[in-house]
């Protein structure tokens, strides 16, 4: 008889059966990716997370009576930061073309505050929420980035109530108009340049909205899309608010 130390254990069914499980959600996830790609999945979760939080700003307006403001920026990490700030009707008056933006969009968008005692004092706009956009570079490469709107990749013209959304960015030409590009000015049709290109969005407190940057009256147009090679030639996903319904739309 062998002894027992010399007697070797296999694989029991429960164990291969184990392993086959595991491979098979590795490889399911693999395909996943392969098929929809990270970067298609980094642009609409963004598109969907900014669409959220134009909704979060209209119900605070309606809910408190006081103007609420989206601030949609690029610094030079090229991320996208989006600020909801709340703003009551107060001096003094701003330049929405020329927001310095060096200190944040809380104290651009500064306001004069009446103390319990009769003075006033300037006190920065209250922040309700922030979110941030991926880049696309380091650790974010592979992630989002914007199409111009005057690509012909663009379907146009866009249904009710959006058609007399401009896509168009008057002040941005990329060097080329179907590939993506990392800049805002490019992807949003009411954005205005400067150190830190941005946009602001008004909500009004009867649920209708502003476009305050820009110029444009009858509402504004994100476009988002992978920055990958491999996934380039993918339609971008447009987010689209009408002006002055409010009314807001993912293309």
């Given at each position: 008889?062998?002894?027992?130390?010399?007697?070797?254990?296999?694989?029991?069914l429960i164990e291969l059966m184990s392993a086959v499980v595991i491979l098979t959600v590795l490889a399911t996830l693999a395909l996943t990716v392969r098929?929809?790609?990270?970067?298609?999945?980094?642009?609409?979760?963004?598109?969907?997370?900014?669409?959220?939080?134009?909704?979060?700003?209209?119900?605070?307006?309606?809910?408190?009576?006081?103007?609420?403001?989206?601030?949609?920026?690029?610094?030079?990490?090229?991320?996208?930061?989006?600020?909801?700030?709340?703003?009551?009707?107060?001096?003094?008056?701003?330049?929405?073309?020329?927001?310095?933006?060096?200190?944040?969009?809380?104290?651009?968008?500064?306001?004069?505050?009446?103390?319990?005692?009769?003075?006033?004092?300037?006190?920065?706009?209250?922040?309700?929420?922030?979110?941030?956009?991926?880049?696309?570079?380091?650790?974010?490469?592979?992630?989002?980035?914007?199409?111009?709107?005057?690509?012909?990749?663009?379907?146009?013209?866009?249904?009710?109530?959006?058609?007399?959304?401009?896509?168009?960015?008057?002040?941005?030409?990329?060097?080329?108009?179907?590939?993506?590009?990392?800049?805002?000015?490019?992807?949003?049709?009411?954005?205005?340049?400067?150190?830190?290109?941005?946009?602001?969005?008004?909500?009004?407190?009867?649920?209708?909205?502003?476009?305050?940057?820009?110029?444009?009256?009858?509402?504004?147009?994100?476009?988002?899309?992978?920055?990958?090679?491999?996934?380039?030639?993918?339609?971008?996903?447009?987010?689209?608010?009408?002006?002055?319904?409010?009314?807001?739309?993912?293309?």
């Amino acid at each position: 008889m062998l002894p027992h130390s010399s007697l070797r254990r296999g694989f029991t069914l429960i164990e291969l059966m184990s392993a086959v499980v595991i491979l098979t959600v590795l490889a399911t996830l693999a395909l996943t990716v392969r098929v929809y790609g990270l970067g298609r999945a980094r642009v609409n979760n963004a598109v969907f997370d900014v669409a959220a939080l134009f909704s979060t700003a209209q119900l605070q307006a309606l809910r408190s009576g006081v103007p609420h403001y989206l601030v949609l920026q690029q610094p030079a990490d090229g991320r996208v930061r989006i600020t909801l700030l709340e703003r009551p009707d107060a001096q003094p008056a701003i330049a929405w073309d020329a927001l310095d933006l060096s200190q944040g969009p809380e104290a651009a968008l500064a306001f004069q505050r009446t103390r319990p005692d009769g003075t006033s004092e300037l006190s920065p706009a209250t922040v309700r929420d922030r979110l941030t956009l991926g880049g696309s570079a380091g650790m974010d490469a592979g992630g989002l980035a914007f199409l111009d709107l005057d690509s012909p990749r663009l379907r146009r013209p866009l249904p009710p109530p959006f058609h007399t959304t401009p896509l168009t960015t008057p002040s941005f030409t990329p060097v080329d108009l179907h590939l993506p590009t990392r800049e805002l000015l490019g992807g949003c049709s009411f954005c205005v340049g400067g150190a830190q290109p941005y946009g602001v969005i008004r909500f009004n407190p009867d649920g209708t909205v502003r476009l305050e940057t820009g110029g444009v009256e009858t509402g504004g147009t994100l476009a988002l899309m992978p920055n990958t090679p491999e996934e380039s030639r993918f339609a971008p996903r447009l987010l689209t608010i009408a002006a002055p319904a409010g009314a807001v739309r993912v293309f």
